[in-house]
């Protein structure tokens, strides 16, 4: 099974990651509120998908990488 949380191939194109694209194209802040959004989405709709623990793996991807942009130092598991 591919990489379905951290890397997943489907948000790759061209030797770049769509997290990257969209920080070059809308910047740090930008992605920023995308990524606290996106967690959001994740945490709330879990329980009701079937992928609860996989949902919540990127809730916390999205999290980090909020934190990674802002400079937050905490990182969750």
Known sequence: ?????????????????????MEAAFGKEEVASFCKLSAFKYIWRGKYKGKYAEDMKKAAW????????????????
């Open 62 to 77: 999205y999290i980090n990488k909020f934190n990674e942009i802002t400079n937050t130092n905490e990182q969750l598991g």
């Open 1 to 21: 099974m591919s990489e379905q949380v951290n890397h997943p191939q489907h948000y790759n194109s061209g030797g770049i990651e769509c997290i990257d694209a």
